[in-house]
């Protein structure tokens, strides 16, 4: 499966973006998907995740609360709503596919990513 992220940009503190990823293929819907983010001079870091179905979300605690993940399996797309982003959330954000059907997730396949920058 190949990926495609988009959505990011500049935003004040405070503000909201949704990032979307699309992906190629026929079988999205039997992929996990997951959102993950590496801000400069860090480690990628988890921020979000969704079964295949989108019955079952996982969020880092960094973000619980502000961020939002979901999917569109007829529109071979996930999503990631952020809202009171912080200038902490200032990152590449990259989106990533799983074909584990439960948890833990190992992403084998992976976007390029989408710069999002918060302004304080």
């Known amino acids: 499966v190949q990926l495609q992220a988009s959505g990011g940009g500049l935003v004040q503190a405070g503000g909201s973006l949704r990032l979307s990823c699309a992906a190629s293929?026929?079988?999205?819907?039997?992929?996990?998907m997951g959102w993950f983010r590496q801000a400069p001079g860090k480690e990628r870091e988890f921020v979000a995740a969704?079964?295949?179905?989108?019955?079952?979300?996982d969020y880092a605690d960094s973000v619980k609360g502000r961020f939002t993940i979901s999917r569109d399996n007829v529109k071979n797309t996930v999503y990631l709503q952020m809202n009171s982003l912080k200038p902490e959330d200032t990152a590449v954000y990259y989106c990533?596919?799983?074909?584990?059907?439960?948890?833990?997730?190992?992403?084998?396949?992976w976007g390029q990513g989408t710069l999002v920058t918060v302004s304080s």
């Open positions: 293929g026929r079988t999205f819907s039997s992929y996990a």
């Open positions: 969704i079964s295949w179905s989108g019955g079952r979300t």
């Open positions: 990533a596919a799983s074909s584990d059907r439960v948890p833990p997730y190992e992403y084998a396949y």
